[in-house]
């Protein structure tokens, strides 16, 4: 398994102090610890060759022995002694990684969830008087945590999830089988990227909304095709060109700008709001005005919501033809 460059630089940051403490390690045995093939250990090793401090000159960088390498299988791996300093985090680098810590703590279980407590207790009380809990706070909405434990031990054994999940947008309780695929945060909600073979594609799940979740017997498939979205960009990046539709909601609708991005919300007095997001899919647009009925109204563009009152006005004529 080679992975992503991303993998790859997970990978060289543990590499280079396993290799300083088992200095002339053969190589079928780090391949082996780190479950890589030899020959993508082969092509680390060359890039921790040109890896070195910032500012330092070619004689400085990392050495690797590759005559050892080639010759007897062996790794010798030298002039990295700088790795060994200790880590002097600054007030902010610590409070960013204790964020990030309990950010991650929201969404994991069992042993990872331990884990990162005991990382955080010791972070914590190296960052002197001043803890990052007097600067800033973590809130993440995510599942219950016997939801995520399950979550967890099927992404950990590669096992698929029979899921019970509640859909916002359609008032509707479904259950799916899911092959799981990662567990993230965005925006301070926690999701489940999964393999839904009731939609034959990738879904994103809140995890929130999982009112119910089973481990199966069954192998996860392997999806070689799925693209996970980069969220290093944001979650909703991809809606930053699509056309922007004004609403005007009925108090008992405003729950609409909590749910989905929005480009401005503005209060009313009678305790409405005026909300303005981006569409790109008209049938969806036309799905949440039939669902909200009399508690939205599209103020512009002006034809936004035609489709939806065509259909609501042949559903009429189809109770009238029926009921009379």
């Known amino acids: 398994m080679t992975g992503t460059s991303q993998n790859q630089v997970r990978r060289l940051l543990s590499l280079v102090p396993y290799l300083r403490e088992h200095d002339g390690v053969s190589l079928t045995e780090v391949a082996a610890a780190f479950n890589v093939s030899e020959e993508t250990l082969r092509g ?69 969830r331990r884990a990162i407590d005991s990382a955080l207790v010791k972070l914590e009380s190296a960052t002197g008087s001043v ?66 073979y009731s939609a034959g594609s990738l879904r994103t799940f809140r995890l929130d909304r999982i009112a119910g979740v089973e481990v199966t017997d069954i192998d996860a498939e392997p999806h070689p095709g ?16 699509a056309p922007l539709v004004t609403l005007e909601l009925r108090p008992w609708a405003t729950w609409i700008a909590e749910y989905y991005p929005t480009e401005s919300v503005v209060p009313r007095d009678d305790g409405g709001a005026t909300v303005t997001l981006r569409v790109t899919d008209p049938a969806w647009l036309r799905g949440l005005l039939l669902r909200l009925g009399g508690g939205a109204r599209v103020i512009a563009p002006p034809d936004a919501g035609q489709s939806a009152a065509e259909a609501a006005r042949e559903a009429l004529d189809q109770y009238a033809a029926i009921f009379g």
């Open 44 to 112: 680390d090793l060359n890039v921790l060759w040109m890896c070195g401090m910032p500012g330092l000159m070619p004689g400085d960088l990392i050495e690797i022995d590759m005559d050892a390498v080639d010759g007897e299988g062996v790794i010798h791996l030298s002039n990295a002694d700088y790795l060994t300093r200790p880590l002097r985090l600054a007030a902010d680098e610590a409070l960013a990684l204790v964020l990030a810590l309990r950010t991650l703590r929201e969404v994991v279980a069992g042993t990872d």
């Open 131 to 196: 803890t990052p809990s007097d600067r800033a706070s973590v809130t993440v909405t995510a599942a219950r945590e016997e939801v995520q434990d399950r979550i967890a031990d099927a992404l950990r054994r590669g096992k698929r999830l029979d899921l019970t999940y509640d859909v916002a947008s359609r008032a509707e309780t479904t259950r799916r089988m899911v092959d799981p695929l990662r567990v993230f945060v965005l925006e301070g909600y926690g999701y489940l990227d999964a393999w839904c």
């Open 226 to 241: 799925v693209v996970l979205k980069d969220l290093s960009v944001g979650w909703f990046d991809a809606l930053k060109d």
